[in-house]
Structures are given as C-alpha cells and as structure tokens.
C-alpha cells in the first residue's frame, strides 16, 4: 500500500487505516479497451471517447454546444475530405437520426441499440437544459 495512513474520527474518537493509491493491473487498461466495441462496435470508435455510456455525455455536449453557440460551424469529414457547415445543420440532422432509429427500435424486438439511441436523445436534451446552470457566472464569448 502506499500512501496509506491512519485517520483518526474527531466525532468519535476512533482511529482507522485510508488506504492509499494502489498499483494499477494492466487488465483495467486491458478492459478499457475491449469495452470500446461493447455497444458499437468499430464505427463507434469513430464518433465516441473510447469509453463504454460516453455517447450519452458527448450528446449532451452537443446540445450544449447548439445552445451556446447558435451561430458555430463545424468540420465534418465528407468522402473527399473535411467541409465546414452550420452547426445548427449537422447536429440538428444528428438528432433526428437518432429520433427515428431509436423510435425504430421499439418494435422491432432487438433492444441491442434502443439503449444506446435513448441515451443518445436524453444526453442531448439534458445538455440543452442544463448548460445554462453550468455556464452561470462564466464570461460570454
């Protein structure tokens, strides 16, 4: 153990043992990775943080973002290369794919991306709600 060290309660008295950090296994590494292709498989990679339920929290940020920034371009990589196109227009597009896929999930008997589609619609909206709260007491561009 390293960093440990002992604690005492000043409510009751009573000392105990914090462990400190521990070595890291090379598996938690190992586990980071396979997890990757868990819901998505390799075209997940592509638009997601290698992290299982991150899709959720970037689609909240890209809420965030078409809030706060209304007017933003962004870069989409096309077949030929990159473009740049309103914000407004590549998200809003993102959104409704994601409505009528997960919407197309609910008859059809396979809940493998129905999860992943409500996750993709309720980070997106909460991203909008909650933006604001986070910004509070920041400087506007």
Not at 39 to 46: C, E, F, K
Not at 48 to 61: D, K, R, T
Not at 62 to 74: E, K, Q, S, T
């Amino acid at each position: 153990m390293r960093g440990g060290r002992t604690v005492k309660d000043p409510a009751s008295g009573q000392s105990y043992e914090q462990p400190g950090l521990q070595p890291m296994a090379m598996t938690v590494y190992l586990t980071l990775l396979i997890s990757m292709f868990m819901h998505g498989g390799v075209a997940h990679l592509g638009g997601n943080i290698p992290s299982l339920g991150a899709s959720g929290a970037i689609s909240g940020v890209l809420g965030g973002y078409r809030l706060l920034f209304p007017a933003g371009r962004v870069r989409m990589l096309v077949r030929g290369g990159t473009t740049e196109m309103p914000a407004w227009t590549s998200i809003g597009l993102w959104f409704v794919f994601q409505l009528v896929a997960g919407m197309g999930m609910l008859g059809g008997g396979s809940q493998a991306g129905g999860v992943a589609y409500a996750a993709h619609i309720g980070g997106f909206v909460a991203g909008l709600i909650l933006v604001k709260a986070f910004a509070a007491g920041r400087p506007s561009r």
